[in-house]
Nanobody, 114 residues
Framework: QVQLVQSGGGLVQAGGSLRLSCAASGSIRFYAMGWYRQAPGKQRELVARIYSGGSTNYADSVKGRFTISRDNAKNSVYLQMNSLKPEDTAVYFC?????????WGQGTQVTVSS
């Protein structure tokens, strides 16, 4: 069993920045990790993913503004969010596919005011 504990998030004005962190209770070095978000009335969507080798992919809506990174020594994944827009407002979830099981963080509210 792995726990993913998120921190960061909050309220920011449009154009601002926030950083989300996700700390795992076990090693993540061999596994893909990602960030998802869910806005009110919408389905959860993938924001960014980082693979064990360090390659990344992003949703088109966040390319060039968000950066996902990982620190395997700290069993942590991060999401740096710059140039935030009101449409980025959502609950953000850390995700890990670890030993064929899906693990989710508790969710963090990000609110971007216009």
């Amino acid at each position: 069993q792995v726990q993913l504990v998120q921190s960061g998030g909050g309220l920011v004005q449009a154009g601002g920045s926030l950083r989300l962190s996700c700390a795992a209770s076990g090693s993540i070095r061999f596994y893909a990790m990602g960030w998802y978000r869910q806005a009110p009335g919408k389905q959860r969507e993938l924001v960014a993913r980082i693979y064990s080798g360090g390659s990344t992919n992003y949703a088109d809506s966040v390319k060039g503004r968000f950066t996902i990174s990982r620190d395997n020594a700290k069993n942590s994944v991060y999401l740096q969010m710059n140039s935030l827009k009101p449409e980025d407002t959502a609950v953000y979830f850390c995700h890990g596919l670890i030993r064929d099981f899906d693990y989710w963080g508790q969710g963090t509210q990000v609110t971007v005011s216009s």
